[in-house]
């Protein structure tokens, strides 16, 4: 499991530095720091064996029925990633320490960043489509969370929620591509749908698969017209900015293309679809970048450029295309990264990011400049650097590629154009930020920022150095796996290098820096020009496009949901009489072949009973104490069916449900009128009548037809294999905790999530309480009679005895962790009654959300536990064991799980009792306003 651990240490990290408040800021950098580096060397020990072509995978059970496992794999694609995802992290979490002012929660950013960088290392490393998903979407969710850091300003909170409602749209129609990519190819496997490529190209599903999965990569790698959310996320701190769009959330949708380029690549759609979008991209991007007077605006657009440029290289049809795309996706990294962190200096020092208001800041930060200046070059595809050499390689490509047929040519006409416009923001860049003059009203005199903040940024210039000079012996290996991985089975040759002679590539770049100095030069009538077009503002678009969505759809709510919940159940019933009621009618005889079981004295009475309290609950419901009673009478009869049929473990479950429930219905009910008021007209009652008569007719109908019919139940299965299998010989108990446990699983988690929400929306709930009763009198003075408070202390340490061993015996007979559970809630539940809530918090103050949360965890962790073994998740181990005096004994690890759902029960159980207690004690009588 060592390839686990890469994201794994990334989510400790996560963790961790959440609990660092109360450090120094030296002190929770470097504790933060401790797991991304450890992974970063966890990596780079796997390099040499990726760089001789292998993949590693690692894969651990989970759902093999469906086909969902826990799946990693390294190839160079993904280590490449994995590289920029940690190193610039590092570099990104170091410079954030010098960043952050003293008001900023700096382990809560700390946090968010390492719980995005654990969602970006699951997205490349996952060798499942499915898993894979699940991490894009944690990107989606931790990039919320990063861009609205600074959650009081309005922009940071509107920026979060276009992000998400684009990037969580373009997830939605991936998830719905990568279930049909998984259902042509008959598995989830990505190794299996890299290798179908002609499956997949065969299809009929080929093309919708295609365009969903490309709408989840161009929404999150900004591509037009799905860019203008990326511009509005520069309201999250520079060190976000510099992470989120450097190496991180938008090169997601360009790794997406890139892992999938061997299984979707090579049609005339791909081509066509991947290559117009690119090109739009690029060429809107850099077109824009040149007007933006905010520095960070300036970088946002220039990254929608460059993405633009990596998704148009992913287009071309040509060998060596994808080689530079992997290329450039290496040298945005690296210049990006640092002109951001560099922009967070100026913002940092001067206290605005205007570039109308920045001018002459070579003399006040020479080095700082210095640094910028050359990241700006790089950018700009200036010789001597890495951008340059991916920028050569670009427009090689787009001259051997046939695209668009005889207007092909236009190609390479118009990436230089973009070229140019590349170089002439990047020259704005230089020129209004660091000569033009002097400042003018700056917020703060500027100066050069700490010596440690300069250092990640003279890491990545030194890169963009090292790459630009000496290529093949920096990143050769790493651009040659991942460029394996991406192609498919080999690698064309190639040659970066510096100087390939006088040739029609060299001759396009010196025509970018040519006209886009000249471009910048002239920059006014440009300027101009574009002030004399109609603006658009994308923010106001999207605002009033969501207004007006949302209010379509509070009218279609408001016609649908009027508050009557009559009408709710008359159409759910209505619906269940048509879906259900309709083949009754179809059928010629309504009994089947079997002989239904004799009634006798024992069920005749049973359900006579159960007939009475329902009918009773209707009759007497508007006497809110008297239909409890009655609805109680029917939850007891229940019960009794089950123990007739020979349910124990379901009787014991409704039995304490029952007790619980009343319980609690009790407290509610305190609070509510005495009597309902009668409201149904006689015309009501008699519709209400007429449907229930009907639905009736219909369900036991139904019944009567499947119980006189032979039908093959799956119980057998689990009756043969329940001991062998799980180790228990109740099958109940050995479902719940083994065979279905996943489910049971699910269940206590919405069961504390439930709690959870009931406690917070009882939290202080202004209610008033009632003075007396339905017939007037006044409640006893005596709350907690003495009687009442001697039996429950005397029955507590016997129920508890009750419970534990109900729930040691759950495994092999009638019992386990939920029975359990509630039988300590009713004993707990009776001491609330018998001597109120403040009485036990002071005797025994319990954290019943901590309860919940230890429940959760150990069934998480009993489940986790079989991995170690190489067995699905939650398989049940057991074993029998010979102890001295007291014999032969099987210990399984259902008991650890069960223990899980045995917390999780009474923590909420309990919980949501103290909550209603605690208004019972707080409340104001009737009169008194709260």
Not at 707 to 718: A, G, K, N, Q, Y
Request: proline share 4%; aromatic share 10%.
């Amino acid at each position: 499991m060592t390839l686990l651990w890469i994201p794994l240490l990334s989510l400790l990290g996560s963790i961790i530095s959440s609990m660092t408040g109360k450090l120094s800021r030296n002190q929770s950098t470097a504790l933060t720091l401790i797991t991304p580096i450890i992974a970063l060397g966890l990596a780079i020990s796997f390099a040499p064996a990726v760089f001789s072509g292998d993949a590693i995978r690692e894969t651990i059970s989970w759902i093999p029925l469906l086909g969902v496992d826990i799946a990693f794999r390294l190839d160079g694609l993904a280590l490449l990633f994995v590289f920029m995802i940690l190193g610039i992290g590092i570099l990104v979490i170091f410079y954030a320490r010098y960043y952050l002012s003293s008001n900023d929660s700096m382990p809560k950013l700390y946090a968010y960043l390492m719980l995005f960088m654990t969602a970006m290392l699951g997205i490349v490393m996952s060798n499942n489509v499915i898993q894979l998903w699940f991490f894009w979407e944690l990107t989606s969710i931790s990039s919320f969370l990063l861009i609205s850091y600074w959650w009081q300003k309005a922009e940071a909170r509107k920026g979060a929620i276009m992000a998400l409602t684009i990037t969580g749209g373009g997830g939605l129609a991936l998830l719905a591509g990568l279930l049909l990519l998984g259902n042509i190819v008959g598995s989830y496997n990505l190794d299996i749908i890299l290798a179908s490529r002609e499956i997949i190209q065969a299809h009929a599903w080929y093309e919708v698969t295609l365009i969903l999965i490309l709408l989840g990569a161009f929404t999150k790698s900004a591509q037009f017209p799905f860019h203008f959310w990326l511009p509005h996320a520069m309201a999250a701190p520079t060190p976000v900015s510099a992470y989120l769009h450097s190496a991180t959330m938008v090169k997601a949708g360009i790794f997406l293309l890139a892992r999938f380029y061997p299984a979707l690549a090579g049609t005339e759609l791909w081509f066509l679809l991947v290559s117009l979008t690119g090109l739009s991209t690029l060429l809107f991007g850099a077109y824009i970048a040149l007007f933006k007077h905010d520095l960070k605006g300036l970088l946002a657009y220039s990254t929608i450029s460059h993405l633009g440029l990596i998704t148009l290289l992913l287009g071309l049809d040509t060998e060596l295309a994808a080689v530079a795309a992997i290329f450039h996706i290496i040298n945005h990294a690296t210049f990006k990264a640092s002109l951001f962190m560099a922009t967070g200096i100026i913002d940092h020092e001067t206290g605005t990011r205007d570039m109308r208001k920045l001018n002459g800041m070579w003399r006040f930060m020479p080095y700082t400049a210095t640094l910028a200046m050359v990241a700006a070059a790089a950018m700009a595809g200036v010789p001597l650097l890495n951008g340059f050499l991916s920028k050569e390689m670009f427009f090689a490509e787009t001259l051997h590629q046939q695209l668009l047929g005889s207007m092909s040519w236009l190609i390479p006409v118009l990436a230089t154009v973009a070229g140019a416009l590349a170089v002439a923001y990047s020259a704005r860049f230089i020129h209004d930020v660091f000569f033009n003059g002097d400042p003018i009203d700056l917020p703060k005199q500027p100066s050069e920022p700490p010596r440690y903040m300069r250092v990640p940024i003279e890491i990545l210039v030194a890169l963009c150095l090292v790459v630009g000079i000496f290529p093949n012996f920096v990143v050769d290996d790493i651009l040659k796996a991942a460029s394996f991985a991406v192609i498919g089975g080999y690698v064309p040759e190639y040659k970066v290098a510096l100087w390939h002679g006088f040739n029609l590539p060299l001759l396009m770049s010196a025509i970018a820096v040519t006209g886009g100095i000249l471009l910048y030069s002239q920059r006014r009538y440009l300027y101009q020009y574009q002030a004399s077009l109609p603006t658009l503002d994308a923010k106001k678009l999207f605002d009033s496009t969501i207004y007006v969505v949302t209010k379509w759809c509070q009218r279609k709510i408001s016609a649908i949901e009027n508050g009557s919940l009559q009408r709710y159940l008359m159409l759910m019933f209505a619906i269940v009489l048509i879906l259900a009621g309709g083949p009754l009618f179809e059928m010629s005889q309504l009994g089947g072949q079997k002989q239904p079981t004799p009634i006798d004295v024992h069920n005749a009475v049973g359900a006579a009973l159960l007939m009475i309290g329902a009918i009773s609950t209707v009759i007497w419901h508007r006497s809110r104490v008297i239909s409890l009673l009655m609805i109680s009478v029917v939850g007891l009869m229940v019960s009794v069916a089950f123990t007739r049929l020979s349910a124990p473990d379901l009787a014991l479950t409704q039995l304490t449900v029952e007790v619980v429930t009343i319980v609690l219905l009790m407290l509610a009910l305190f609070f509510l009128p005495q009597h309902s008021p009668k409201e149904s007209s006689s015309i009501h009652v008699l519709r209400d009548l007429g449907v229930s008569a009907a639905l009736g007719i219909v369900v036991s109908s139904v019944c009567y037809a499947l119980l006189t019919r032979p039908l093959e139940s799956i119980s057998d299965f689990f009756l043969a294999n329940a001991k062998t299998g799980g180790g228990g010989t109740n099958v109940v108990n050995v479902i719940l905790v083994d065979f279905r446990g996943f489910d049971t699983l699910g269940e206590i988690i919405v069961l504390g999530i439930a709690a959870l929400g009931i406690a917070k929306l009882l939290a202080n709930l202004p209610l008033i309480m009632p003075r007396s009763d339905s017939e007037g009198r006044v409640w006893a003075k005596e709350r907690y009679p003495i009687l009442l408070a001697s039996i429950s202390q005397s029955l507590l340490p016997l129920a508890l005895m009750v419970s534990f061993y109900i729930f040691l015996r759950g495994h092999n007979l009638p019992g386990g962790g939920f029975i359990a559970g509630l039988v300590t809630a009713i004993a707990f539940i009776l001491q609330y009654i018998a001597h109120g809530s403040n009485w036990i918090a002071e005797r025994l103050p319990i954290n019943y959300r901590k309860i919940i949360a230890s429940g959760i965890t150990i069934a998480l962790v009993t489940g986790v536990g079989s991995w170690f073994f190489e067995r699905p998740f939650l398989t049940t181990w057991f074993d029998y064991f010979d102890i001295p005096f007291i014999g032969k004994i099987e210990l399984a690890s259902a008991l650890v799980f069960d223990l899980g759902v045995y917390l999780t029960v009474v923590g909420a159980t309990l919980m949501i009792l103290a909550s209603l207690g605690q208004l019972t004690a707080n409340a104001p009588k009737e009169g008194v306003h709260v």
